[in-house]
């Protein structure tokens, strides 16, 4: 930090370019200003020399003349409805320029402009095909010289895509599940992927749901307690092998080794006893996996792979298809197997010698080419989980649900996982995201990851952000986009820096917006973004506009008195659910389980505030009594001191169901804890070996689910509200 003031103007320039704001309000209405060392780390970090106020001004002189002298944006979003496309041409005047636009199709369109004045936006040809295209620019200077560039020019629609029945009025309901904590008879002690279809074929048949919602799939470490999380992956683009279900494998069926290994007492002992276990054990189900995995790449490898089967040649193509994405994460992963397996003292790769932590570095080349047989095992397992989860989304479309699986993608990644190893030049260094201060973190909240690199996403022409949500809306029918804010604007704080003193820092949001529309058209899946917490002006009203669906919880949803808010008043464009992953559930609420947790796992040590959270729950659930029969779902003669009880009751569970699924929301959205009344939740916020987050099992196995007189009442009730609501969507 210079001893003298940056200029004022400068500043400003800067952060209006770079999308900084220099004040915010928070959720009490008050304006913070940020501090001016904020601002200039915020800088540093997109490469801006900030030793020195002159230092400064000559690096964001260099940046501007270095944009003047190129013609062309690396990309640019336009509509596919726009009668009268433009790009920005950046020339001097008196420039003619040769335009070349290569299609999609492999088609192209060739015309010449006169640059009369600079920056000229220059007129496409319309109408314009959707997709991702090529435009060229030579230009022509006054003096004789020639400048050229090229930019990926991206033509979207104005609307996401959602299902026909639901498009035109229609509206559906769903079961979410943590696909993890599924228990069943038959597999290694977490859920699978013919767990899934067992569900998915028994909420069409039972509950007549339009679809089942899963926790990130995203591949992760495995290891407990601090790499189990859904929502701080590995790798965004790729999945966690844990979901397969090995003995639906096909190779299993013709590998002796494999077969004999699963049958023996050692292997079935273990089994059974991680069916058993209170808890999912990541780490032990992990490793029995990988080790039958291992054995039937084995034998894919001799048998298939280095005979070029048929099979063999379905794998080479689909490997193909996967590109530089697959590469880099199997190359990571069989890295990350062997320098620990070197050295078990070694654990992410900060901690690799300094040769392989360069993705690019001939290291890493050599590496991958003499271990060319361990990457090609990685490859083979995301092939594997490929293949499953593209049978279940097929089972679902043929049981009748307009939508089918559910997918959710992650807000962060881990700073010590394959993403920033791969892709380190699309984050940013020196800063990481969080929150401002709010009522859960009066100090603000560092979620310790590093924010995306806008810049570096845009000069890439956006590839990387749209196979972020290409790959993980694959197989499903819905992607529920975490923290969508992130489109808009996130919450930069510098290294070294408080949460207090960050500020937010905004993305190219039409941009993103347009791009996920894209996909989602192309991939005929719906989006749900998940809107809580501190909401950008105009946000909620752009989702609508483009037909992404808001996301309204229970809790949360309320009148300016602080009731609960009608049922009627929801709005269509929304998905509708009980609670999160983060929140208690139905029941735990009522008992107040999420308030014990806090306290019992050091979080909530003031007697105070504790007894004071314990008040407070007494009355929100007062409220949400008065409001459920204000709405009808309970009647006027319920006992108002059920306010102070610590069970849900029936009457409570079914009015509770019925508000939500009477909502006009297009979707409504029940997890799986709130079906079968389950008091506690599958993450504690703020805690780590304290609590065993991510690592719940469901109350019923798959099989109770039919067999359970219970469980079959529970369905029952839903079904009835379904039918009532008119939200039956799947067959019977």
């Not at 990926?152 to 009025?169: F, K, S, T, Y």
């Not at 490793?287 to 001799?302: I, P």
């Not at 003499?370 to 490859?379: D, G, I, M, N, S």
């Not at 489109?487 to 930069?492: A, D, E, K």
Request: overall charge neutral.
């Amino acid at each position: 930090m210079p001893a003298e003031a940056y200029p004022g103007d400068l500043l400003d320039t800067l952060c209006r370019d770079f999308g900084i704001q220099r004040s915010y309000w928070d959720i009490w209405g008050r304006q913070h200003e940020v501090p001016e060392q904020t601002l200039a780390k915020i800088l540093a970090s997109f490469g801006l020399d900030t030793s020195s106020p002159e230092a400064l001004a000559r690096s964001a002189d260099e940046r501007r003349r270095a944009r003047q002298e190129r013609p062309l944006d690396a990309a640019a979003v336009v509509s596919a409805s726009d009668p009268d496309p433009r790009v920005e041409l950046r020339a001097p005047a008196g420039s003619r320029a040769s335009l070349a636009l290569y299609f999609e199709d492999g088609s192209a369109r060739q015309w010449d402009v006169a640059v009369e004045e600079s920056p000229l936006m220059a007129r496409l040809p319309a109408p314009l095909p959707l997709g991702y295209h090529d435009l060229e620019a030579v230009v022509t200077l006054p003096d004789g010289g020639e400048r050229r560039a090229s930019q990926r020019l991206i033509v979207a629609p104005d609307r996401a895509w959602l299902p026909p029945a639901l498009e035109q009025g229609g509206r559906a309901a769903g079961l979410a599940i943590s696909l993890y904590g599924v228990r069943s008879a038959r597999n290694w002690g977490a859920g699978d992927f013919t767990d899934l279809a067992a569900i998915v074929e028994w909420a069409a048949h039972e509950l007549g749901a339009g679809f089942v919602a899963l926790n990130p799939l995203h591949a992760i470490h495995n290891r407990q307690p601090y790499n189990t999380s859904p929502y701080l992956p590995l790798s965004v683009f790729h999945r966690n092998f844990l979901y397969l279900d090995i003995e639906a494998m096909e190779d299993l069926l013709v590998c002796p080794a494999a077969r004999a290994l699963v049958a023996s007492p050692a292997f079935q002992a273990e089994l059974a006893a991680l069916r058993a276990s209170e808890f999912v054990e990541y780490e032990r189900v992990a490793r029995l996996k990988k080790g039958v995995l291992k054995l039937l790449f084995r034998r894919f490898w001799r048998e298939e792979w280095q005979r070029d089967t048929e099979r063999a040649r379905r794998f080479r193509k689909w490997t193909a298809g996967q590109g530089a994405l697959l590469d880099a994460f199997a190359v990571f992963c069989a890295l990350d197997e062997t320098l620990h397996r070197r050295d078990r003292n070694v654990w992410v790769w900060p901690q690799w010698p300094e040769e392989y932590r360069d993705p690019g570095s001939a290291a890493v080349r050599r590496f991958a080419q003499e271990h060319f047989r361990l990457v090609l095992f990685y490859k083979y397992v995301q092939w594997q989980i490929d293949l499953q989860l593209e049978k279940v989304q097929r089972l679902a479309a043929r049981l009748g649900m307009p939508v089918g699986l559910y997918h959710d993608l992650a807000l962060a990644t881990d700073r010590c996982g394959a993403d920033l190893w791969a892709h380190r030049r699309f984050f940013v260094e020196g800063c990481r995201v969080g929150s401002p201060p709010d009522d859960f973190a009066p100090g603000g909240q560092d979620w310790s990851f590093p924010p995306p690199n806008s810049e570096a996403h845009r000069e890439d022409g956006y590839r990387l952000f749209a196979e972020t949500i290409r790959r993980n809306a694959r197989h499903g029918g819905a992607l529920r986009i975490d923290h969508v804010m992130r489109l808009w604007r996130l919450f930069w704080i510098p290294e070294g820096m408080p949460p207090s003193a960050g500020t937010y820092v905004n993305e190219r949001w039409e941009d993103l917006v347009r791009i996920l529309a894209l996909e989602s058209v192309r991939g005929r899946f719906l989006v749900v973004g998940e809107d809580l917490g501190t909401v950008p002006e105009g946000l909620r009203e752009t989702m609508e506009r483009f037909g992404m669906l808001s996301y309204r919880l229970f809790y949360f949803e309320k009148e300016p008195d602080g009731m609960p808010r009608r049922c009627g008043d929801y709005p269509r464009t929304a998905l509708v659910s009980s609670t999160t992953h983060d929140l208690p559930t139905l029941a735990g609420f009522w008992a107040g389980r999420d308030i014990e947790a806090r306290r019992q796992a050091g979080i909530l040590k003031d007697t105070a505030l504790y007894e004071q959270q314990k008040q407070q729950r007494v009355e929100e659930k007062r409220r949400m009594i008065e409001a459920l029969v204000r709405d009808g779902f309970l009647p006027a003669d319920f006992p108002r001191e059920a306010a102070h009880w610590t069970e849900l009751t029936g009457e409570l569970h079914n009015a509770v169901i019925g508000y939500l699924m009477m909502t006009p929301a297009m979707l409504m959205l029940l997890n799986q804890e709130d079906l079968t009344k389950e008091t506690e939740q599958q993450n504690l916020p703020g805690t780590t070996w304290e609590y065993p987050n991510w690592r719940r099992k469901m109350l019923y196995s798959v099989e109770e689910l039919r067999t359970s007189a219970r469980a079959r009442d529970f369905a029952r009730m839903m079904r009835a509200w379904m039918e009532r609501s008119g939200r039956i969507t799947a067959k019977r």
